[in-house]
């Protein structure tokens, strides 16, 4: 019964792989998000869905593409890899933000490692 | 105008003493101040919020304390515990910024048994 599971935990690849990373919450939750956390821990916002529908996408490459299938799934993909990729990668999600308040409930996390 | 600054970077505090972590916003239009707790090899969980209509926000050894004047905000832990050990991320958010969390950079708290 976990609320938001994400796979792989782990993931290494070469340099101009494509790899996706899947997202899923149970939380009956409208809205989710990706973020990415550095080597300094640092966690900064990639996208944002809400029922499927972009609404945040912030300065990330467009080599990174996010698909919402329905409202539970969030995926990640990430085409031709680059060293700096290499980063945790966050799935998350809230409910409506003119509902609950925007807490935020996240997975535990994707190690990409691109060598 | 977008940011959280986050202080210090790093902690210890003896067990049973008091860790006091700061930040410090520029946008007014923040309405939601949550902060978050990280252990190694897990996602940030929520660990209290507060709006800025409150100046304090009490949940069992975790206060917030909140300056709106002064735009900032800080997170004290009573008694702290070797259990309390993580990385704090203190955040602002607001329905004008398109629901975007902003995190501060973080802070590594060690308590020392």
């Known amino acids: 019964d976990t609320a938001v599971s994400q796979t792989p935990k782990y993931l290494v690849t070469q340099m101009g792989n494509d790899k996706s990373i899947k997202c899923e919450q149970n939380?009956?939750?409208?809205?989710m998000y990706w973020y990415k956390q550095d080597s300094k821990k640092f966690l900064k916002i990639m996208f944002s869905y809400n029922n499927k529908e972009l609404i945040i996408n912030e300065t990330v490459p467009n080599r990174f593409s996010p698909k919402s299938p329905d409202k539970a799934h969030l995926n990640l993909h990430i085409n031709s890899l680059e060293l700096g990729d290499s980063a945790v990668y966050f799935c998350?999600?809230?409910?409506?933000?003119?509902?609950?308040?925007?807490?935020?409930?996240f997975g535990p996390g994707t190690r990409l490692t691109v060598t | 105008q977008q940011q959280v600054k986050q202080s210090p970077q790093s902690l210890i505090v003896q067990k049973g003493g008091i860790s006091i972590i700061n930040c410090a916003y520029e946008n007014t239009a923040f309405d939601y101040f949550p902060w978050y707790q990280q252990f190694p090899g897990k996602g940030p969980a929520l660990l209290i919020a507060i709006r800025p209509d409150v100046s304090e926000k009490k949940e069992g050894r975790f206060t917030i304390s909140f300056n709106k004047s002064a735009k900032q905000f800080s997170l004290h832990i009573m008694d702290s515990q070797p259990g309390d050990s993580a990385t704090y991320f203190c955040a602002a958010s607001s329905k004008t910024g398109g629901f975007k969390t902003i995190f501060g950079a973080g802070t590594r708290l060690f308590v020392k048994a």
């Open positions: 998350a999600s809230s409910q409506d933000p003119q509902g609950a308040g925007y807490e935020q409930y």
């Open positions: 939380l009956g939750h409208d809205t």
